[in-house]
């Protein structure tokens, strides 16, 4: 079932300089379960693209839809995370984690119990009462898509989550947040500039062209590996990513 369908995307910006086509006639869709990476030269609009799945920002032409239903604001289906943890300094785990339904005036006992399990099932119970100062940057990012978890969203978007981290650690919390949601059956859409990062992780690689961005190719790396670390030691790994990376560099000039 597909859980997300761009339909003849377009999106223009006016500027006193006139008009600018940022997005052209863009169409592809994201199944349930699927993780699907975007990648594409710079400035294409890749992060644009998760604004507009979000509703912070409308498409000036075409058809958005999440679960079948058309994107028009900010849905509680959608959930987001972002290149920093942004967690709150004063806030304790636990509470950085309930953010969300206590901002909704919705938090109860089962959103709670349901918090303190994440916690637990991924390797921070004891860190519960424990303030984001006290975690590395690896267990931060954990909590950060715990916290987003937390709205038992049907989509994720990820944006660059893994780049302000070191790359030993970044390879680390690529595993673990695969992994939580692999285990949580979640749908998973990505954007990032790590070609390897989207060979690592992805079901499938959406290329876009330069801006006005389009679908330039699509591929389905198949590497029979249960993490991105493991698939990185493949020797077929190297084959995906040139043919990826061929296809962004060449539009890059």
């Given at each position: 079932m597909e859980i997300l369908k761009f339909e003849n995307v377009c999106l223009t910006y006016q500027t006193p300089q006139g008009q600018t086509d940022a997005i052209k006639n863009l169409s592809f869709s994201v199944e349930e379960g699927e993780f699907v990476a975007i990648v594409g030269p710079s400035g294409c609009g890749k992060t644009t693209i998760l604004s507009m799945i979000s509703g912070l920002l409308a498409p000036t032409s075409g058809i958005i839809e999440v679960d079948r239903r058309?994107?028009?604001?900010?849905?509680?289906?959608?959930?987001?995370?972002?290149?920093?943890?942004?967690?709150?300094?004063?806030?304790?785990?636990?509470?950085?984690?309930?953010?969300?339904?206590?901002?909704?005036?919705?938090?109860?006992?089962?959103?709670?119990?349901?918090?303190?399990?994440?916690?637990?099932?991924?390797?921070?119970?004891?860190?519960?009462?424990?303030?984001?100062?006290?975690?590395?940057?690896?267990?931060?990012?954990?909590?950060?898509?715990?916290?987003?978890?937390?709205?038992h969203p049907k989509l994720l978007?990820?944006?660059?989550?893994?780049?302000?981290?070191?790359?030993?650690?970044?390879?680390?919390?690529?595993?673990?947040?695969?992994?939580?949601?692999?285990?949580?059956?979640?749908?998973?859409?990505?954007?990032?500039h790590d070609i390897s990062e989207a060979v690592a992780v992805a079901d499938r690689i959406i290329v876009l062209s330069q801006r006005p961005a389009m679908v330039k190719s699509i591929f389905t790396p198949e590497l029979d590996a249960p993490s991105p670390f493991k698939r990185r030691s493949l020797p077929e790994f190297s084959k995906w990513f040139d043919a990826v990376w061929k296809e962004v560099s060449y539009d890059e000039g």
């Open positions: 058309a994107v028009t604001k900010p849905m509680s289906s959608v959930g987001y995370m972002l290149q920093k943890d942004n967690l709150f300094e004063w806030r304790t785990i636990l509470k950085n984690v309930l953010l969300g339904p206590e901002i909704q005036k919705k938090i109860s006992k089962d959103d709670i119990d349901y918090a303190k399990n994440l916690l637990s099932k991924y390797g921070l119970k004891d860190f519960e009462n424990s303030y984001p100062r006290q975690l590395s940057g690896g267990m931060r990012q954990r909590v950060a898509l715990i916290r987003t978890l937390a709205f978007l990820l944006d660059e989550p893994f780049s302000a981290l070191d790359f030993q650690t970044r390879l680390a919390v690529c595993d673990d947040v695969y992994a939580i949601i692999k285990e949580e059956n979640k749908t998973a859409l990505l954007v990032t």
